[in-house]
Nanobody, 115 residues
Framework: QVQLVESGGGLVQPGGSLRLTCAAS????????LGWYRQAPEKQRELVAA???????NYADSVKGRFTISRDNAQNTIYLQMMSLKPEDTAVYYC?????????WGQGTQVTISS
């Protein structure tokens, strides 16, 4: 099993920034994808950004240029640096782990963008 622990959510004004952290532990494969999804009220969960074990990032069009995903392989941790936040970024953000045959979610962290 893989455990994912998220942190870093909160309330920020529009234009502000936040950094989310996801620490993975357990039976982590050598080839995997770690990423962030978000789900706003009454909307489907959507991919925000992901990064492979090889370091290749991928972003949703809505966050390109504003969000940056990075990783610390030694700590099995990923980060999501969010800049120029907008009210439409408000959602519960979930960390996700995927490898062949395995699929795990974190408990989620609330991000609220409001003045």
């Amino acid at each position: 099993q893989v455990q994912l622990v998220e942190s870093g959510g909160g309330l920020v004004q529009p234009g502000g920034s936040l950094r989310l952290t996801c620490a993975a532990s357990g039976a982590i494969a050598s080839v995997y994808v770690l990423g962030w999804y978000r789900q706003a009220p009454e909307k489907q969960r959507e991919l925000v950004a992901a990064i492979t074990s090889a370091g290749t990032p991928n972003y949703a069009d809505s966050v390109k240029g504003r969000f940056t995903i990075s990783r610390d392989n030694a700590q099995n941790t990923i980060y999501l640096q969010m800049m120029s936040l907008k009210p439409e970024d408000t959602a519960v953000y979930y960390c996700h782990y995927f490898s062949l045959g395995d699929n795990y979610w974190g408990q989620g962290t609330q991000v609220t963008i409001s003045s």
